[in-house]
């Protein structure tokens, strides 16, 4: 099938739209990060940088540490930005630019996202590392994509049930990880953890200033969640997009964070630069040992 320009849209110089990208910029290992100063905290540790490029929130640094060549990108925030980073990535592997058709060998990228997030479990500790073996997403995300992700559907509805969701909201889906990606990460230091994914900061995440929200005490709510031995254990705003969209697109992907808050307890990590930096460094170390 021939893309359309309208579809497959490129810049001047035959580059992705958004990140501004070519097909020979990008490495198959990709860390993501949120923000885009954090994208010089994690190539800082790189031996070599061979690209720098960017647009609008949308930064890249491409190079070699150990021998390993690695590409970290920032997304910005919320699944609204990783359905744009996650489809022009793919497509920089999987497209033929030229022809704009799809290659008959696709490529599968490994994904690693390192973020941060907040606790709702009061037993998770401030500057501790989680990762993500499930996510609900509240997004909607997956829902605008032909999917079939029907696992977890039993418990998507004991969800709906348990937390009496309103049919007004999207309905929640439920995602895994990469188990064979992940196992790369198993590590005493990192706990697994079901991560919940919504769109905004405030409201989205059970935080009144000024307006309140439709959900009383929504992040007791979340906790209070069981099915079987899960219960979530965290909030943030792109893991349950990253592990869609990686999914239906033949990608692997795990989702890292840094718990610098906890919502159960109050409180904030006292020195939340160090705890990223640390788990940085840990994840490149894994990457390019494995």
């Not at 064979?180 to 200033?209: C, V």
């Amino acid at each position: 099938m021939h893309l359309r320009p309208s579809e497959l849209i490129l810049n001047e110089d035959g580059s992705i739209y958004h990140l501004n990208l070519l097909p020979e910029d990008i490495a198959d290992t990709i860390i993501t990060v949120g923000d885009p100063d954090r994208v010089s905290q994690v190539s800082n540790f790189f031996d070599t940088i061979e690209v720098k490029k960017g647009k609008r929130e949308f930064l890249t640094h491409t190079g070699h540490l150990n021998g390993k060549r690695l590409c970290v990108i920032s997304t910005g925030i919320g699944t609204d930005n990783i359905d744009i980073v996650l489809n022009e990535l793919d497509a920089l592997v999987n497209i033929d630019f030229n022809t704009r058709t799809v290659t008959k060998n696709r490529i599968r990228l490994k994904i690693v996202r390192i973020g941060t997030s907040g606790a709702i479990q009061p037993e998770i500790s401030i500057d501790s590392w989680l990762m993500s073996e499930l996510a609900i997403g509240f997004d909607g995300l997956l829902h605008f994509y032909q999917h079939g992700q029907d696992q977890h559907s039993a418990m998507e509805d004991e969800f709906m049930n348990q937390t009496q969701w309103s049919t007004k909201k999207a309905r929640p889906y439920i995602i895994d990880f990469d188990s064979n990606l992940g196992e790369l990460f198993t590590d005493n230091r990192i706990r697994l953890g079901f991560t919940a994914t919504n769109t905004g900061f405030y409201g989205p995440q059970g935080r009144t200033l000024r307006i309140p929200s439709s959900i009383n005490d929504f992040t007791n709510t979340l906790a209070h969640f069981r099915y079987g031995n899960h219960q979530i254990t965290n909030l943030e705003m792109e893991t349950s997009g990253i592990y869609a969209l990686a999914k239906l697109l033949g990608h692997q992907a795990v989702s890292l964070n840094c718990i610098l808050a906890n919502r159960a307890t109050g409180e904030f990590s006292k020195s939340p630069s160090i705890a990223i930096e640390n788990l940085i460094e840990f994840t490149l170390n894994t990457l390019t040992s494995s």
